[in-house]
């Protein structure tokens, strides 16, 4: 088996496994629409920086939608996000490994919710920001290597990455600008619509006997 059909397959497995996990959530309908949304969100951040190379609002769109939501519907906003964006971008064989990436993206701003415990700091959640800059980077990047032909050396891989670096560390620049831009608030507002989605049934208490009215004396 080639190095580019193992590559597309474990890249396949784990799309398939992503939306599979979103459609087994069985998201309701507010949830759904919100999805889309904020695929929306990513996708018009997209087009709109396109001007300036990897400078785009899309990771922290992803990010916070995990964070908000959980893992299932962030990896569903970034897959969608880097799918629906390259009909206009361009679709190729980087178009799955963008999905990948953005996806788990998504699944990385849900755990860092749970670890965090939904405290939004700011540093630390600055600093998760460029790491998830240079891992969507990182992965990206290797497409390339899936139309070369071959199976790449280390070499390749390490010359390939070296190269994209300062592609990479202008996504980390404009992550943390974009958050601390207007991250905070989004995530307020996607907190808020989630909490009401949150719908608690209890079991109410039981009614009390009705006390027999006294009859009139004659």
């Given amino acids: 088996m080639s190095w580019q059909l193992a590559s597309f397959l474990i890249l396949g497995a784990v799309l398939l496994g992503g939306f599979a996990w979103y459609e087994r959530s069985r998201p309701p309908s507010q949830v759904v629409a919100l999805v889309a949304a904020l695929a929306a969100m990513a996708i018009a951040g997209r087009i709109a920086f396109a001007a300036f190379p990897n400078v785009k609002p899309t990771t922290d769109i992803v990010v916070f939608a995990g964070y908000a939501l ?75 290597l899936t139309v070369a032909g071959g199976t790449p050396t280390w070499g390749q891989v390490i010359a390939l990455e070296s190269s994209g670096l300062p592609f990479d560390t202008a996504h980390a620049v404009g992550n943390v600008a974009f958050f601390l831009a207007f991250g905070p608030a989004l995530v307020r507002v996607l907190l808020r619509y989630r909490a009401r989605l949150e719908v608690r049934w209890t079991a109410a208490a039981p009614a009390a006997p009705a006390t027999p009215e006294p009859t009139p004396s004659s």
């Avoid at 569903?76 to 490994?97: C, E, H, K, R």
């Avoid at 630390?124 to 390339?144: E, K």
């Fill in 70 to 144: 959980g893992p299932a519907p962030g990896f569903a906003v970034g897959a969608l996000a880097a799918l629906s964006s390259n009909l206009i971008f361009g679709q190729g064989p980087w178009t799955p490994w963008q999905m990948a990436a953005w996806g788990i993206v998504g699944v990385l701003g849900a755990g860092w919710a749970v670890l965090t415990r939904r405290h939004l700091y700011r540093i630390p959640t600055a600093a998760l920001l460029v790491g998830c800059a240079f891992f969507y980077g990182a992965l990206t990047n290797l497409s390339t």
